[in-house]
């Protein structure tokens, strides 16, 4: 059976799922009672985070609409980490089949070298999306385009401090991020397979952008830990049929808890950011 | 002894030293005579890319101001491409110390998560300068920012065709990869570990550039393989010093002969760059 990202996220937002759970699953922040230990008493780092994500997918798969791992926790941990996110990959084909999985990866290179993050996300990782960044335009990312069964998700509006220092400027009288928006929309969606990224942070651009983009798929970061509201996001980013939103919360799900009840305190905050989206929509 | 990108790269250019070598070492074009192969006689993929760079590494060092293996090769082929991009690390620290690793990774995240590109980039693979996109901010890179050992280089005006999507942008009479240079010279640079990507494909935006930044480090792919002069590079992106360029060629380089005097081959073309470069600056 071939996987189509855009069909498992519309038979998702069919039953009323928008949540995305991101596993930036920081070493550091894992609670201590998942710990793995190596014969020689030291931490083993792989074991670790695969436990932990194997808990938190566990108690949420039922709940989302998307997982969203982001490469950089793993690469900080060198092969081990890879390795975990190799692992964890596994984990989320074996527990939660039918959710798409978007590797937030950020890349972005010149046309050919893409196809070794091609390689590396669709062929080893087996993710369904990957995030992008717009800088070096259309033509460098096509590798990536032409794949019409993956999620090709590119930073338009961000959800970080400092993020208007280029995507506000102002062109001819319209920001940077409303012209990459309006690319990628008119110009770039051909095979009906792009996304955008979005924060939460800033509900009027999301609800600019929206406007923009018709039903193309939000994916909005922010809520939670950073601060964005989720009403105020939910009226911006829903589109005319109530969806289009992948509404991501990564630690203020996957490290509710510290305790040993991490995994339910993970399905609590789950199920409180489900409700509230479909509150609003 | 700790070391600086900024001073060993000055020390190359005080002795006319200007060529950076890109490890992009694709598998599929490693040239046969150096293939390794597992002992069930399949092709053994870290062997074999380790085994060609240090050819070209033992080639080439002598000759050059930097290497810059880009990381999507690498990727390509999941933990065992890892795996080769590390130990191709540890060997261009053992067979040219003197000589700066730049990590073509062109990342960009969040502040917090670009910790975890940080640890893999200088703590795990030792990297003396890393590449980044510019569209998230200052904010967003500062953890990189704060790095005054290492080089920090953003991408400003990209060799790819293309690149003028959204970089030559008109923002208030003057083009967005202007306005990127201009405010990594005047706002990013508070440690003098800045730098910029500016493609060789485009001489007139090369020296836009150079008139901007002073003797910020330009990193210039496009030279050879991509169609760039190296004559109108050099006149348009040489500082008040005749220095501050790091003129990259991968391919032209690495697979300049595909038979089994590929090295010798990757020397005569890094030294026929070398001297043309010298000859117009």
Request: glycine share 8%; hydrophobic share 40%.
């Amino acid at each position: 059976m071939s996987r189509h990202f855009r069909k498992l996220l519309e038979h998702h937002w069919s039953e009323g799922r928008f949540v995305c759970v991101g596993l930036d699953s920081e070493l550091e922040k894992i609670p201590s009672v998942v710990q793995q230990r190596n014969s020689d008493g030291s931490l083993a780092i792989k074991e670790t985070i695969v436990a932990f994500n194997r808990a938190i997918i566990e108690a949420t798969h039922d709940l989302i609409c998307a997982y969203k791992p982001n490469t950089a926790f793993y690469e900080a941990h060198g092969l081990a980490g890879i390795a975990a996110l190799e692992e964890t990959m596994g984990l989320l084909h074996t527990i939660a089949p039918n959710v798409p999985i978007i590797l937030d990866a950020k890349r972005g290179d010149i046309g050919n070298t893409n196809n070794g993050y091609i390689a590396s996300a669709f062929d080893h990782l087996k993710a369904d999306a990957i995030t992008l960044h717009p800088y070096m335009g259309k033509k460098s990312l096509q590798p990536f385009l032409d794949r019409t069964d993956k999620g090709i998700i590119i930073l338009c509006r961000t959800s970080n401090e400092g993020a208007d220092e280029f995507q506000n400027l102002s062109i001819e009288g319209e920001e940077l991020y409303k012209k990459v928006a309006r690319q990628i929309s008119t110009q770039w969606n051909h095979n009906n397979n792009c996304g955008l990224v979005v924060g939460a942070t800033c509900p009027n651009e999301l609800r600019e952008v929206r406007t923009l983009v018709d039903t193309m798929p939000l994916l909005i970061p922010g809520v939670g830990a950073q601060g964005g509201s989720v009403e105020e996001t939910v009226r911006a980013a829903k589109d005319s049929h109530g969806a289009g939103m992948i509404i991501n919360s990564s630690r203020g799900i996957i490290f509710a808890s510290k305790e040993k009840d991490f995994a339910e305190a993970a399905r609590r905050e789950t199920d409180k950011l489900h409700h509230l989206i479909n509150q609003f929509r």
